[in-house]
């Protein structure tokens, strides 16, 4: 895996990781992988963090309240995905309430409005079990609530019926 590659010194990686980090806000468990691929020794790895650390490079609360805004303008996504997702970097439960004091709660249910009438929509044909199932795993996928989507459900199910078969 690694055979190819030149090994790298400590001010080569500090530079190529100082580049990593300003490119992108970046969680710890991403600049360690990195830091893995250069084959350092841990003395090495960790003082390269250090410096990170010390000159602002690399901040687990700008990643996880930028994550967070990201994640959910962009691709939409709702809080549980957003927490697991945060999670799974190994964020702190700090840092994720943090992050999600940056969505702002009228622009979520917008959000989970377009989203779910634009699946809605696209899913009108389908029998009414069906639609349902799948209404649900959609945006169950994208990490919204349980309780937000059945009420959504029954508001558009309300509104627009779904084409008996």
Known sequence: MYSNQKPVTYTEALKKLERYCVYQDRCHQEVEQKLREFRLIPEAREKIIIHLIEHK??????????????????????????????????????????????????????????????????IKNESPMRAKQKFVQYLQYRGWESHLIFEKYAELRAGFSIKEK
Request: net charge positive; charged share 40%; aromatic share 12%.
């Open 57 to 122: 490079y690399l901040d687990e609360t700008r990643f996880s309240q930028s994550f967070a805004r990201g994640k959910f303008k962009n691709k939409h996504w709702g809080r549980q995905r957003i927490v697991n997702e945060l999670k799974q970097r190994k964020i702190s439960q700090y840092n994720i309430k943090k992050a999600l004091k940056e969505i702002d709660d009228s622009e979520y249910l917008i959000s989970l409005d377009k989203l779910a009438e634009k699946r809605w929509h696209q």
